[in-house]
């Protein structure tokens, strides 16, 4: 790629600091795209020894882009997304993808398909990652954040993900524990 082509991408990437998630961090501010990507990143990284048999660093690299075309279409929360918002971030990510060469191209749009499909075990394993990863922060953020709906959602989401796994289901059960004691202090 040319200077300004890389230029050109992180300029679009860039935008992802801006974009605000439905979540707020710790401190009662809204966080961006970028910092739940970043932090999804982290948390797959420290689960590698957990999954030795599953391509870690294609996880990460789930993980780092699965947002991407939230650069164009902003964040829309999974409890609202509809089939045209998924169309329109469909189309938001092949017009980034389509401002790579070929093959930094190719490499992504596999790896999006990859996710789309959900038929791998990084796929599914990026996805539960994903879905508890927003658990953890809804968690960690100021209960007064929280809209009604969250009550139940935070003690229900990702659940069908974690079946099967001993450590994911053990993790996951942590997590509605957290949940719990958060409601029952109301903080």
């Known amino acids: 790629m040319t200077p300004k082509k890389i230029l050109d991408f992180l300029g679009v ?3 992802l600091k801006s974009v605000l998630r439905h979540s707020w961090t710790s401190t009662g501010r809204q966080e961006s795209v970028a910092e739940h990507s970043w932090r999804l990143c982290v948390f797959a990284w420290l689960l590698k020894h957990k999954f030795p048999d599953i391509d870690m660093d294609k996880v990460i690299r789930m993980c780092l882009f699965h947002d991407l075309g939230e650069a164009l279409t902003g964040d829309i929360p999974s409890f609202k997304k509809t089939d045209g918002d998924e169309h329109d971030e469909k189309k938001a990510i092949s017009r980034i993808l389509g401002m790579l060469d070929e ?4 490499e992504l749009e596999a790896l ?4 789309e499909e959900q038929k791998t075990r990084e796929a599914r394993l990026y996805k539960t990652l994903d879905k508890l990863e927003a658990v953890i922060q809804h968690n960690e ?7 009604p709906l969250e009550y139940e959602l935070n003690v229900t989401y990702a659940d069908d993900n974690v079946k099967g796994n001993p450590f994911l289901e053990e993790l996951r059960e942590q997590i509605r524990k957290d949940t719990l004691a958060k409601i029952a202090v109301g903080k």
Do not use: H, S, V, Y
Not at 103 to 106: A, E, G, I, P, S
């Open 112 to 115: 999006f398909r990859e996710m």
């Open 141 to 147: 953020a100021p209960l007064e954040t929280w809209i």
């Open 103 to 106: 093959d930094l191209r190719t």
């Open 13 to 15: 990437a860039e935008k």
